[in-house]
């Protein structure tokens, strides 16, 4: 009987796994990623909802172009990345929330908003929190006016 030889998986292949593995989980994931690699970089650019080379601008006039609420996408943070790379931007009823996504314990976890939050969700990659909020809704809060709305994150965009 022929059996195919074995091969060891290579470290994009490892981290679509650990990727799969995060989205079948109920609970928000938390198994070690390490930091930020030329791997992990590959698999953002194929994700239907990065935006690596776009621009805050970009991605306000690109969400606000397509109008349908729970539009999102994820991006590259304006200012230094250090603990906060990137932004998670969603539109709804017309408006753009720009949410911080945090990088904790040296890149094995990422949690979304600002600091200083109690019991926030911790997640092992940006793709499980993304899989995670395209079926728990994701609170949003007008900082000027304290207002605050649920959407479910539902129509990935790249600019």
């Not at 390490?34 to 970009?58: K, M």
């Not at 990345?81 to 945090?102: C, D, E, M």
């Amino acid at each position: 009987m022929y059996k195919p030889p074995l091969t060891t998986p290579t470290p994009p292949q490892l981290n679509n796994l650990l990727l799969l593995a995060g989205r079948k989980s109920s609970l928000p994931s938390v198994a070690p990623t390490g930091s930020t690699s030329a791997a992990e970089d590959d698999d953002l650019l194929a994700q239907p909802w990065y935006s690596g080379n776009c621009d805050r601008h970009a991605v306000e006039s690109a969400l606000l172009h397509l109008q349908k609420d729970g539009a999102y996408t994820v991006r590259p943070s304006s200012g230094p990345h250090g603990s906060q790379p990137f932004t998670l931007a969603v539109l709804l009823r017309g408006r753009v929330f720009n949410i911080p996504i945090r990088r904790l314990d040296g890149g094995r976890h990422y949690a979304l908003g600002r600091e200083g939050r109690n019991h926030e969700e911790l997640f092992s990659s940006m793709a499980a929190m993304v899989q995670h909020f395209t079926r728990h809704p994701l609170p949003l809060v007008d900082r000027h006016s304290g207002s605050r709305e649920l959407t479910c994150l539902l129509f990935p965009t790249k600019p």
